[in-house]
């Protein structure tokens, strides 16, 4: 059996200020820092690994989201404990459950899991 020629989607999210990014997704999703430079960031959660790179336009940001798949439920429990205001999951009438984070340059981390 050949092996597949794509092996992950990794989402390039823009931030305003990559240490205040960095701050968000290791201390509010309990990410880890993976590398950080000048102007990029990568952390990870469990096989998740996301992208950052220095951007000075908000509106990029705020028009940005990518979506992860995982247990909603746990997932929303994880934030909230870890300060989090947030709503509950949501089931949605295309099937999905779904948790939304908005991070504070205005990335859309849409969490999902099939209902």
Known sequence: MTQPAIKAT???LASLDLAESEAFYTGCLGFATRARHDDYL????EGCELHFWRCNDRHIAQNTSCYVRGDTRALHADFTRRGLALAPPQDRA???RELYVIDPHGNLLKFGEAI
């Open 42 to 45: 990568i952390v990870e959660r």
């Open 10 to 12: 990794i989402p390039v």
């Open 94 to 96: 295309w099937g999905m």
